[in-house]
């Protein structure tokens, strides 16, 4: 290959210099290349040792991750998703800070949990009543494992199913349903309180009249009734003790409310949940039986012994009465709300019921419709 030679002027004097610009631009090309293949070598390597040890992708992470935060530490995780199975769930949600305080601000929340087959056909109904609550409540549904919902993006059930098992009804599915519901419920710190409802549940007063309900009492409301029919100690089996006698068994509605406290009880006990498994089964309905009698045993002071949704067993029958669309009426709601009289916080009130089951869908239109005379929202 020829050189070329080139001139430049200077002052008028001439002075050649000898040029090889077809070799410089190759060898520059050459380092580049060098230096991709070098540094394609290194990423091979480093991506290999990722794969075979898991420890050192976390230590390089950790060189390009963010310092950890309180925020960090204490965000519960996004739409209810995570890969955690019942064992670790309940090992996470167990943990309870030992400094009352908070170190932030912290704004009391009511956690909603659907215990449900699969849709909640009332569903527009609890979205009038949440409407302008934002920041007061989460909501958690448990279904059916396969089960997919199609609510739109604005709905606020938007993304709020939890990792879900099949429930068999009577079977100690049912309380680990409700357990893995109050787990990740507890994820949240903001979680105070726990309300367990059914797909058929409606809310009988508006949103700001059930939160100070509920936030201002000094008991959770779960029924721990000491029945001595067939129904009550004829479930009873011997096989119960010592960590459960017989004067200890207790019955009460499967719907419940519990403060934080006792949510935390009810998900990490491994003392009574191996017996109730294996010697509380049909006839012996374990969901009506297993947290009253822990609850009782453990911490009987703090139950009011009543539930809050409102059931109608007067027709007889393994289940209760289900309202269709002939059943809403303005009576039948001031029925409900006002014939009663209950203890709350050691006083008789005649608001026993914040809520009420069990609706048919064909309720909803003339729910929708008169919500607002009904219930105030």
Known sequence: ????????????????????????????????????????????????????????????????????????????????????????????????????????????????????????????????????????????????????????????FYRKQIPSQTVEWGRMSMCDAERRLLANALLDVSNEWFVLLSEACIPLHNFSIIYRYISRSRFSFMGAVDELGPYGRGRYDINMLPEVNISQWRKGSQWFETNRKLAVDIIKDTKFYPKFNQFCRPACYVDEHYFPTMLTIQSPSLLANRSLTYVDWSRGGAHPATFGKNDVSNNFFKKIREDQTCIYNNQPTSVCFLFARKFAPSALEPLLQNSLDFFGY
Not at 88 to 109: D, G, T
């Open 1 to 156: 290959m020829q050189s070329r030679l080139v001139t430049m002027e200077e002052g008028g004097t001439t002075n050649p210099i000898r040029t090889n610009q077809s070799r410089v631009f190759p060898s520059r090309l050459l380092r580049s290349m060098l230096f991709l293949l070098v540094a394609g070598i290194v990423l091979s390597v480093i991506s290999i040792r990722m794969y075979r040890n898991p420890g050192v992708s976390g230590a390089l992470q950790a060189c390009f991750q963010e310092p950890i935060s309180l925020h960090h530490l204490i965000k519960p995780p996004s739409y209810n998703k995570h890969t955690m199975n019942d064992s670790e769930l309940l090992w996470r949600a167990s943990f309870v800070p030992q400094i009352k305080e908070y170190p932030f601000k912290r704004v009391p929340k009511i956690a909603f949990m659907f215990l449900a087959r699969g849709p909640l056909p009332l569903s527009p109904l609890w979205e009038k009543f949440f409407v302008g609550n934002e920041g007061l409540y989460s909501i958690y549904v448990h279904s059916l494992p396969h089960y997919v919902s199609n609510f739109s993006t604005s709905s606020v």
